[in-house]
C-alpha cells in the first residue's frame, strides 16, 4: 500500500513540475491554429476580391482589398492585396465600355424606332397604297440595325449612359404621344409627335450624360423611379377620381406629371445612395412582389376594380414591397458580408454574395490568465446559423 502511494505522489509532482512545459506547447499549438484560421480567412476574402474584380464590381473589389490590408497584415495576403488594389485603381481610372447586353439593348431601340419614323413619315404623307409600307417594313428594319450597330461599335458610351439614352428615347415618345392626346390631336399629329418625341428624347439624354459618370445602378434606379411614378400616380388618380365625370384626361395627365416626378427625383437622389444595379432590381422586384399581393387581396375580397379601395389596394402594396425590399437589401453591397466579429457559423446564408457555407467548430486554447492558474482554458465554440439578406 505504501509503494502505490508513494508512486502516486511521485506522478503527481512529476506532473505539476512539468505542467509548464506542455502548457507552452499547447499554447504555441493554438496560436499557430490561430494563425492558420486567419491566413484561411484572408485567402476566402482575397477570392471573393478577385472574382469581384473579374465581374467588374470594382468598388465591391477595393472594400474587400481594404479589409484584408487593414485586418490581415500579417498574413501573405496582405502584401498581395496592397498590390491588387493598385491594379484596381488603374481599372477605375480607365473608362467602362459599354457591355454587349447594354449594346444589344440600343441596337434594338434604334431598329424599332427606324422602322417606326419610317411608317409614320408614310401616315404623315396620307399615303394609303400597301407596297409603300411593306417596303418601309423591309428596309426600315435592315437599315435600322446596321446604322445602330454601325454607331455604336466604337462607342466609349459606359452602361449607365447607355441606359440613360434608351429611356430618353421610350420616355419622349410616351411624354409626346401623351401630350397630343390631352391636347385632342388628331391621328396624324399624334404620330408626328412620337416621332418627334422620341428623336428629341434621344437628343436631350445623350447631351445629358455627356462626360458625365453614371453607374449602372444610378440608371437603374432612375428607371425604375420614372416607372414607378407613374404607377403610384395612376394608382392616386384612380382613387381621387369623380366617377360621374370622363376622368381619362385627368389620369392621363396625372400618370405623365407622376412618372416625371418619379424620374426627377430619382434622378437627384439615386447619386447619394451609390446602390448596385442587382440592388436596385431587387428592390424593384419586392414592389412587383407587392403590388401582385394588392391586387391577390382585391380578388380574395371581391372588390370590383371600379372601387377606390381596390386601387388602394394596389398601390399600398407597391409602396410596402419597395420598402420592403430595400430593407431587406441594406447590407447587399456592403463591404463585410461574409466574415463578421464572431466568425462564421455551421451554416451561412449569404443571397447577397450568392454564397452557402458550412463551418468547422473551432477549437481555442488560450494562455494562462495568472499564475495561480494550472490548467489553460480550452474553448469549443461554433455559431449554428448566420444568415444575411
Given at each position: 500500500m505504501t509503494d502505490w502511494l508513494i508512486k502516486i505522489i511521485i506522478a503527481t509532482l512529476l506532473f505539476v513540475f512539468s505542467h509548464p512545459l506542455w502548457a507552452g506547447e499547447i499554447e504555441s499549438v493554438g496560436n499557430a491554429d490561430m494563425r492558420s484560421l486567419r491566413a484561411l480567412e484572408a485567402r476566402?476574402?482575397?477570392?471573393?476580391?478577385?472574382?469581384?474584380?473579374?465581374?467588374?464590381?470594382?468598388d465591391k473589389a477595393l472594400g474587400r482589398l481594404d479589409w484584408i490590408i487593414s485586418a490581415y497584415p500579417e498574413t501573405g495576403y496582405g502584401q498581395l492585396a496592397a498590390d491588387k488594389r493598385k491594379e484596381v485603381a488603374i481599372l477605375l481610372r480607365q473608362p467602362k465600355p459599354i457591355s454587349g447586353m447594354n449594346r444589344a439593348g440600343l441596337v434594338?431601340?434604334?431598329t424599332l424606332f427606324t422602322t417606326w419614323v419610317g411608317v409614320g413619315t408614310l401616315v404623315l404623307?396620307?399615303?394609303?397604297?400597301?407596297?409603300?409600307?411593306?417596303?418601309?417594313?423591309?428596309?426600315?428594319?435592315?437599315?435600322?440595325?446596321?446604322g445602330s450597330l454601325s454607331i455604336t461599335r466604337d462607342s466609349e458610351?459606359?452602361?449607365?449612359?447607355?441606359?440613360?439614352?434608351?429611356?430618353?428615347?421610350?420616355?419622349?415618345?410616351?411624354?409626346?404621344?401623351?401630350?397630343?392626346?390631352?391636347?385632342?390631336?388628331?391621328?396624324k399629329a399624334t404620330v408626328g409627335a412620337s416621332m418627334a418625341g422620341g428623336a428629341l428624347g434621344l437628343a436631350l439624354a445623350g447631351n445629358i450624360v455627356r462626360n458625365r459618370d453614371i453607374s449602372p445602378g444610378n440608371a437603374t434606379l432612375i428607371n425604375f423611379g420614372g416607372v414607378w411614378g407613374t404607377w403610384f400616380a395612376i394608382c392616386g388618380a384612380m382613387v381621387s377620381r369623380r366617377r360621374s365625370n370622363d376622368n381619362s384626361d385627368f389620369i392621363l395627365g396625372s400618370a405623365m406629371m407622376g412618372g416625371?416626378?418619379?424620374?426627377?427625383?430619382?434622378?437627384?437622389?439615386?447619386?447619394?445612395?451609390?446602390?448596385?444595379?442587382?440592388?436596385?432590381?431587387?428592390i424593384n422586384i419586392g414592389g412587383?412582389?407587392?403590388?401582385?399581393?394588392?391586387?391577390?387581396?382585391?380578388?380574395?375580397?371581391?372588390?370590383?376594380?371600379?372601387d377606390r379601395t381596390f386601387w388602394s389596394l394596389m398601390g399600398l402594396g407597391g409602396i410596402v414591397g419597395l420598402t420592403a425590399g430595400a430593407y431587406l437589401t441594406r447590407n447587399y453591397d456592403t463591404q463585410t458580408s461574409y466574415f463578421t466579429e464572431n466568425g462564421a457559423g455551421l451554416l451561412n446564408l449569404e443571397p447577397a454574395e450568392k454564397r452557402w457555407n458550412i463551418s468547422f467548430p473551432m477549437i481555442s486554447v488560450s494562455p494562462l490568465s495568472g499564475v495561480d492558474s494550472q490548467i489553460p482554458d480550452i474553448e469549443f465554440r461554433t455559431s449554428l446559423v448566420r444568415a444575411r439578406f
Amino acid at each position: 500500500m505504501t509503494d502505490w502511494l508513494i508512486k502516486i505522489i511521485i506522478a503527481t509532482l512529476l506532473f505539476v513540475f512539468s505542467h509548464p512545459l506542455w502548457a507552452g506547447e499547447i499554447e504555441s499549438v493554438g496560436n499557430a491554429d490561430m494563425r492558420s484560421l486567419r491566413a484561411l480567412e484572408a485567402r476566402l476574402i482575397y477570392e471573393q476580391a478577385v472574382k469581384q474584380i473579374f465581374d467588374e464590381e470594382y468598388d465591391k473589389a477595393l472594400g474587400r482589398l481594404d479589409w484584408i490590408i487593414s485586418a490581415y497584415p500579417e498574413t501573405g495576403y496582405g502584401q498581395l492585396a496592397a498590390d491588387k488594389r493598385k491594379e484596381v485603381a488603374i481599372l477605375l481610372r480607365q473608362p467602362k465600355p459599354i457591355s454587349g447586353m447594354n449594346r444589344a439593348g440600343l441596337v434594338g431601340f434604334g431598329t424599332l424606332f427606324t422602322t417606326w419614323v419610317g411608317v409614320g413619315t408614310l401616315v404623315l404623307l396620307d399615303i394609303e397604297e400597301p407596297v409603300p409600307y411593306g417596303f418601309v417594313l423591309i428596309a426600315g428594319p435592315l437599315s435600322g440595325l446596321i446604322g445602330s450597330l454601325s454607331i455604336t461599335r466604337d462607342s466609349e458610351l459606359s452602361d449607365g449612359q447607355a441606359s440613360l439614352i434608351n429611356l430618353g428615347g421610350v420616355w419622349g415618345i410616351w411624354q409626346a404621344v401623351g401630350a397630343a392626346n390631352l391636347a385632342d390631336a388628331g391621328e396624324k399629329a399624334t404620330v408626328g409627335a412620337s416621332m418627334a418625341g422620341g428623336a428629341l428624347g434621344l437628343a436631350l439624354a445623350g447631351n445629358i450624360v455627356r462626360n458625365r459618370d453614371i453607374s449602372p445602378g444610378n440608371a437603374t434606379l432612375i428607371n425604375f423611379g420614372g416607372v414607378w411614378g407613374t404607377w403610384f400616380a395612376i394608382c392616386g388618380a384612380m382613387v381621387s377620381r369623380r366617377r360621374s365625370n370622363d376622368n381619362s384626361d385627368f389620369i392621363l395627365g396625372s400618370a405623365m406629371m407622376g412618372g416625371n416626378a418619379g424620374l426627377l427625383t430619382m434622378a437627384a437622389w439615386s447619386t447619394k445612395l451609390s446602390m448596385s444595379r442587382a440592388r436596385a432590381r431587387l428592390i424593384n422586384i419586392g414592389g412587383i412582389i407587392g403590388t401582385l399581393y394588392g391586387l391577390g387581396a382585391n380578388i380574395l375580397l371581391e372588390i370590383d376594380s371600379d372601387d377606390r379601395t381596390f386601387w388602394s389596394l394596389m398601390g399600398l402594396g407597391g409602396i410596402v414591397g419597395l420598402t420592403a425590399g430595400a430593407y431587406l437589401t441594406r447590407n447587399y453591397d456592403t463591404q463585410t458580408s461574409y466574415f463578421t466579429e464572431n466568425g462564421a457559423g455551421l451554416l451561412n446564408l449569404e443571397p447577397a454574395e450568392k454564397r452557402w457555407n458550412i463551418s468547422f467548430p473551432m477549437i481555442s486554447v488560450s494562455p494562462l490568465s495568472g499564475v495561480d492558474s494550472q490548467i489553460p482554458d480550452i474553448e469549443f465554440r461554433t455559431s449554428l446559423v448566420r444568415a444575411r439578406f
